[in-house]
């Protein structure tokens, strides 16, 4: 028998600490909300008042918590546990909050406190029914002291020092989310070609596990896995990584299936938002009934079926002292303003083929060749629909050129 604290009774929470009490476990709980924790005392464990309360005196305490924000405040908060931990506990975070909050954690731990960041690869009813696997990133002495009592939720898995564990969930799920909204685009198709959605999904389910859990689902069913937590887990795998690639567009849907108000609903709503959902288009080019543009450096139109749009104010060449970048000199103002602009577009998961429109408000119309040899760098692809105006100033007196321009995100 182990002394243990349970802090966090979510969904994930409440199976996974009635386990620990039905093995046997001396168990105390906390949770934010008091009424979460309430059946578990008919399970055998004794309800706390605050985290500090319900550490004291245990040689084990295990957090289930949303995020990493309410990991810390639960530790390191007012009525936190750290400061009331007894000497030589382990902590056990099974909560999914990244490896860098993982390192921040554990450097925050008084001396001689073990800790284990410990996510777990399953849902409800793999907590329900022990059968987790817990991605266990340890000290080989801190995961000894607490893999026995961690083993009546699933099967404890050493995956490398603090930090490990956490890493490889963000991989986890970052191939489980992307795998859903797949499986959406996937439909859509069927969709599109007449295939029966029964017949793709049957024939999906039998590579594919997550189109098996879609297969299964029922309307009625609580989330297993909330959407927003996905959300929240796909931010963390691509937290400073380039915005760009398959989970960087994964995150766009996401954030759109928020957006819709689908956060707390089960990640198997991302498949069917996406499926319903037309992915945005944008087609540049001229009309046969018209003559081409004497100009090939813009298109007359640009087409763009459903999807968001991104709108940047204009741009100058302003460094961030305030002042223009090379008073007089075009082509690095041009540089500098088109270099800003690619960095938003990208910061949005866009690039200048995705623009629909630029707009150039320029002090000297015969200075526009300079101009326009730097953007034909950065526009390779078809050009897009564009006005150059030529204006007395800017708000800037050293200022050449202002640009602003409308992009369709994928």
């Not at 996510?119 to 696997?133: I, N, Q, R, T």
Request: proline share 8%; aromatic share 4%; charged share 20%.
């Amino acid at each position: 028998m182990t002394r243990i604290a349970f802090l966090g009774l979510g969904r994930m929470g409440v199976p996974m600490a009635r386990r620990l009490a039905a093995a046997g476990h001396d168990l105390t709980v906390w949770n934010r909300t008091p009424a979460r924790a309430a059946p578990l005392a008919g399970s055998g464990a004794a309800v706390r008042g605050t985290p500090a309360e319900a550490v004291r005196d245990r040689e084990l305490v295990v957090t289930m918590l949303t995020d990493a924000a309410a990991v810390e405040d639960v530790l390191f908060g007012p009525d936190g546990a750290a400061p009331a931990l007894p000497p030589g506990a382990v902590i056990a975070d099974m909560s999914t909050i990244g490896p860098d909050a993982v390192h921040r954690v554990r450097s925050r731990l008084p001396e001689g406190i073990g800790y284990v960041d410990a996510p777990v690869s399953g849902s409800v009813p793999h907590a329900e029914a022990g059968e987790l696997v817990i991605l266990a990133g340890a000290a080989q002495d801190d995961l000894a002291r607490c893999a026995s009592a961690l083993a009546a939720l699933g099967q404890v898995r050493h995956v490398g020092p603090p930090g490990s564990g956490a890493a490889l969930k963000l991989v986890v799920n970052g191939a489980l989310v992307g795998s859903f909204a797949v499986l959406g685009e996937a439909l859509a198709v069927a969709d599109r070609l007449g295939v029966d959605s029964g017949l793709a999904l049957d024939a999906l389910a039998r590579i594919s596990p997550q189109a098996r859990r879609l297969k299964e689902h029922t309307g009625g069913e609580p989330p297993r896995f909330t959407l927003a937590l996905a959300a929240k887990d796909i931010g963390l795998a691509l937290d400073g990584s380039p915005p760009a690639g398959v989970l960087s567009a994964v995150r766009a849907r996401t954030d759109a299936a928020l957006a819709a108000g689908l956060g707390g609903h089960d990640l198997v709503a991302l498949t069917d938002h996406i499926r319903r959902t037309p992915t945005m288009r944008l087609t540049l080019g001229n009309p046969e009934t018209v003559p081409a543009p004497p100009n090939p450096a813009y298109s007359h139109t640009a087409y763009v079926t459903q999807g968001p749009m991104l709108y940047v104010s204009g741009q100058i060449a302003l460094g961030e002292d305030g002042q223009v970048d090379k008073p007089g000199d075009m082509t690095r103002q041009s540089e500098v303003v088109l270099s800003l602009l690619e960095r938003i577009l990208a910061a949005h998961g866009a690039g200048f083929g995705d623009v629909v429109n630029i707009r150039t408000f320029i002090t000297d119309m015969d200075r526009l060749r300079e101009y326009g040899a730097v953007r034909r760098r950065y526009f390779t692809g078809p050009p897009p629909t564009s006005t150059t105006v030529e204006v007395s100033r800017l708000f800037h007196p050293d200022a050449l050129l202002e640009v602003e321009i409308v992009a369709a995100v994928p």
